[in-house]
T-cell receptor, first 110, second 112 residues
Framework: RKEVEQDPGPFNVPEGATVAFNCTYS??????FFWYRQDCRKEPKLLMS???SGNEDGRFTAQLNRASQYISLLIRDSKLSDSATYLC???????????FGTGTRLTVIP | DVKVTQSSRYLVKRTGEKVFLECVQD?????MFWYRQDPGLGLRLIYF???????EKGDIPEGYSVSREKKERFSLILESASTNQTSMYLC???????????FGPGTRLTVL
């Protein structure tokens, strides 16, 4: 079983729509959680960390559900510039590296 | 601003050649990582290092080696390149194991 699983998509949504991605992780000892964004042919960049209480950054909201072992990303009022691949990332106690999901591809359509 | 640089953006090599990919970070980070990224497979960890001269195998170390002689520099070596090592190679660094990683721009390697 993969450490982190995501629906690969693609998600094609119109401008202004709200879209949500979920990601599940297998190890209950996972400690830190992130969402990264990767544009085509570019490197991944941190979008936001995910905190236990949930957190918001402008149009983006991240949630963590430890009991069900999933994290989510909600994007409101989608913009064309939101088109990218979104990577779910977790760490685990005792591990010295991050575990990346394979990413969910989002295309926002005019 | 954290900066991670990689020696080449694009590289074309022939089967059997020895290939060096270099990565430098300027934020005094302890941890450095090498990944490869292929369509449908996501990021796969090749090797990482949490200190100078220390290295740990990741998920797919076969065919690769690494060197970390200085804290800021982490090199990935393909001893004898093969066509199945054609990929995007990404280097990253982080201050600690539970922190975000900062990525370099990547090296797109083609082995003919």
């Amino acid at each position: 079983r993969k450490e982190v699983e995501q629906d690969p998509g693609p998600f094609n949504v119109p401008e202004g729509a709200t879209v949500a991605f979920n990601c599940t992780y297998s190890n209950s000892a996972s400690q830190s959680f992130f969402w990264y964004r990767q544009d085509c042919r570019k490197e991944p960049k941190l979008l936001m960390s995910v905190y236990s209480s949930g957190n918001e950054d402008g149009r983006f909201t991240a949630q963590l559900n430890r009991a069900s072992q999933y994290i989510s990303l909600l994007i409101r009022d989608s913009k064309l510039s939101d088109s990218a691949t979104y990577l779910c990332v977790v760490t685990q106690t005792g591990a010295n590296n991050l575990f990346f999901g394979t990413g969910t591809r989002l295309t926002v359509i005019p | 601003d954290v900066k991670v640089t990689q020696s080449s953006r694009y590289l074309v090599k022939r089967t059997g050649e020895k290939v060096f990919l270099e990565c430098v970070q300027d934020m005094d980070h302890e941890n450095m990582f090498w990944y490869r990224q292929d369509p449908g497979l996501g990021l796969r960890l090749i090797y990482f290092s949490y200190d100078v001269k220390m290295k740990e195998k990741g998920d797919i170390p076969e065919g690769y080696s690494v060197s970390r002689e200085k804290k800021e520099r982490f090199s990935l070596i393909l001893e004898s390149a093969s066509t199945n090592q054609t990929s995007m190679y990404l280097c990253a660094s982080s201050p600690g194991p539970y922190n975000e990683q900062f990525f370099g721009p990547g090296t797109r390697l083609t082995v003919l």
